[in-house]
């Protein structure tokens, strides 16, 4: 949850401000998916600092999160069934490595 309720960039201003290494965006809970209008607003205001996206990246996401996100924590998608709770399932690690092979070879 915010620290405090006020625009995201503006928070995200101040952590740069503040030298923090990078800016992590989240979406609600573990595994809900990130904004993508909250990373196009913080990388309106920071072109150039790392932000990383702190949860919800898929397969299906990974393409537009890239275009904006500098990196990201995967977690859940790794996990049987998209399950924080659960193993990790080796199948659904490598076919989204795949998918971000593909992104990185753009």
């Known amino acids: 949850a915010p ?15 503040f030298l923090a290494d990078a800016v992590i965006i989240s ?3 573990t595994g ?6 909250d990373l196009k ?5 920071l072109p150039e600092y ?3 996206v702190g949860s919800g990246m898929n397969k299906a996401n990974a393409g537009k999160i890239f275009e904006v996100a500098s990196g990201a924590f995967v977690g859940s998608t790794f996990k049987i069934d998209g ?3 659960k193993s990790i399932d080796s199948d659904r690690v490598k076919d989204f490595m795949k ?3 593909e992104i990185r070879n753009r």
């Open 99 to 101: 998918v971000i092979k």
């Open 41 to 45: 607003k913080v990388r309106g205001v």
């Open 32 to 37: 809900f998916e990130t904004p993508l209008e």
């Open 83 to 85: 399950d924080s709770y």
């Open 3 to 17: 620290l405090a309720m006020r625009p995201i960039e503006e928070s995200a201003y101040d952590a740069a401000y």
């Open 50 to 52: 790392p932000i990383m």
């Open 27 to 29: 979406g609600k809970h």
